[in-house]
Every structure is written in structure tokens, then in C-alpha cells.
């Protein structure tokens, strides 16, 4: 990847790596003015997720999370041609940070109950792995767009749970993802 990226024909600069996701890589970027996430979405083969057409599906959801009520990063812009979304930069720690650094709050927990709320009444799910919600000024984003039909073997409670504290399943992930 070049330390420079275009969407729609706007130079962003490279700042780091966030992750890397089922569907792509996410970027720290700037404009020389302010920060963003640059996500350029990925081919590569996922043993466990089918895929549709990535770039629409990032859009969809990412309107039905905003419809639904649920606290997201704004999407600013869509290059289709090239595969990438540009979305506002969500400065704080994620939740997989905050665990291992032992500084959970009940809070957090809370909040994210009250989006569990709204979306299993929206017969919706969404990915609740720690990585993709980050704290800001005390409140709780979900700054991933990915989200599914509801299921109860996917919900928090049967399977987000797990990695929400210092389980022994989030602690073999943090082993193996140093």
C-alpha cells in the first residue's frame, strides 16, 4: 500500500494500520487537516462469512444502523470504482483495548445493552467482537458497519459475551493476535 490513497480523486496520507476485517483494511488517514478511516475493501477468502457485493453491503448496513438509532461513525464518502469508504476517525480506545488494559466500566456494558435493544427489535445483529466499538468522551461506538439478521446464536448474549471481559476465549485471542 502507498503512503498515499485517493477516494474520488481526494489525496488522504496514510498514518497507520488500524485491522484488518472480513471485508477489509482499515486505515488511520488524514487530509492534512483532519483525521478519518480509510477502508479499502479486500477479496481475500473467509472460511466462515459469505459475501455479497462488499462495498454495497458496507452502505446498506451503514444506513440501516443509522436508521435503527445505533451511535456509528458518519460515512463521508464512497469510491465504488476503487472499493473504499472514507469515515469519520472515532478518537479513543476500542473495548478490546480497555479490557486488557483493566479498565472496563459497567457503563460500557450498559450502553452496549441499550444498542442491543434497539437492534433485536430491529431484528438485527451485529458484530460485537470488542475490537469494533471505541470509547469517546464516556460513550460507546460501534464503528464497524457490518450487521445481520438477528440470530440467537450470534447475539451478545450467546456469543458477544465471551469476549467482553477477561474470558479465557478473549485472552486466547489476545495470544494470538500480539
Not at 143 to 148: G, T
Request: include cysteine; charged fraction near 30%.
Amino acid at each position: 500500500m502507498d503512503d498515499k490513497i485517493s477516494v474520488n480523486g481526494k489525496d488522504f496520507t496514510i498514518i497507520k494500520l488500524l485491522g484488518k476485517g472480513k471485508g477489509g483494511y482499515s486505515y488511520l488517514s488524514t487530509d492534512g487537516a483532519e483525521k478519518y478511516v480509510l477502508k479499502q475493501i479486500h477479496h481475500e477468502p473467509c472460511d466462515y462469512y459469505e459475501f455479497g457485493n462488499k462495498i454495497e453491503s458496507e452502505i446498506r448496513d451503514y444506513n440501516k444502523l443509522r436508521e435503527i438509532g445505533i451511535r456509528i461513525p458518519e460515512m463521508i464518502d464512497v469510491d465504488r470504482e476503487n472499493e473504499r469508504i472514507l469515515k469519520q476517525f472515532i478518537e479513543g480506545y476500542t473495548i478490546y483495548e480497555i479490557i486488557l488494559r483493566g479498565e472496563m466500566k459497567s457503563a460500557y456494558l450498559e450502553q452496549l445493552r441499550d444498542m442491543c435493544k434497539l437492534l433485536y427489535a430491529a431484528d438485527t445483529n451485529i458484530d460485537y467482537f470488542p475490537t469494533n466499538f471505541v470509547v469517546q468522551n464516556e460513550e460507546l461506538f460501534y464503528i464497524d458497519f457490518e450487521c445481520n439478521e438477528y440470530s440467537e446464536k450470534w447475539n451478545f448474549e450467546n456469543w458477544g459475551i465471551k469476549y467482553w471481559s477477561k474470558t479465557p476465549e478473549l485472552m486466547k485471542y489476545a495470544r494470538e493476535h500480539p
